[in-house]
């Protein structure tokens, strides 16, 4: 899709990616971004992504002052508590799972009407190589960003012959607060990239019309080594596991 004189929505547009994604899509020439983040303030609309009403919302907000919506981008996200499956309470799982998956889901059923009718959009989904290769010390995290992919699938398979294309953005190791919240010694943080580095490859990513965004292109080898022998990737994450 052509960015330039587009209407396009991101959220979780404070700070980190989504951020560098309004500066992205501005500087390619949208005609109109608006950014959106749970406390508004800072020419941002105040949106918290796991209430559908808020996501309605903004919706109407949007297509009221710009008369469509092109492209959508569900970039709020959060890491959640750090541990394995047995030491994370259940409403800690489901805290993660309504920002890193419902909101997805809350943002297509609230937009897709509108562009189903145009015959045309975009929705772009910031998810994480951690739905591809899963996280280790975060299961609520990796088991999150899964759905989120299946999720994607999903709208790819049913409304991608009506007109709406969808692309999963998925870096590993980004110098946002979250990584940083991790600690210098992070495996992820060699080979972090920069979040104008990952909106750059966004944009690229839907100019193509490319569904998996890998802005860390050794993501794309991961997943043929996973796939090829499930047995030893797993033996393998369980050694990095170990080392960190």
Known sequence: ?????????????????????????????????????????DGLIACDVTRRSDI???????LSRHGRIDIFCSNAGIFGPHGAALDIPVE????????NVLAHLYAAQAVLPHMLQRGEGYLLQTVSAAGLLNQVGGAAYGVSKHAAIGLAESLSIEYGDRG??????????????????????????????????VAN????GIAEEKFLILPHPEVAEYMRRKA????????GMRRLKNLT
């Open 1 to 41: 899709m052509e960015i330039r004189g587009k209407v396009v929505v991101v959220t979780g547009a404070a700070m980190g990616i989504g951020q560098a994604l309004c500066h992205a899509f501005t500087a390619a020439g949208a005609e109109a971004v608006a950014g959106a983040d749970l406390t508004g303030g």
């Open 56 to 62: 309605d919302a903004l919706v109407r907000h949007v």
């Open 92 to 99: 800690d799982f489901q805290r993660v799972y309504e920002v």
């Open 164 to 197: 709406i294309r969808v692309s999963c953005l998925c870096p590993q190791g980004v110098r946002t607060r979250m990584l940083a919240d991790a600690g210098p010694d992070h495996f992820l943080q060699k080979g972090s990239l920069s979040v104008d580095e």
């Open 201 to 204: 490859a966004a944009i690229q």
């Open 228 to 235: 090829g022998d499930y047995d030893r990737w797993l033996r």
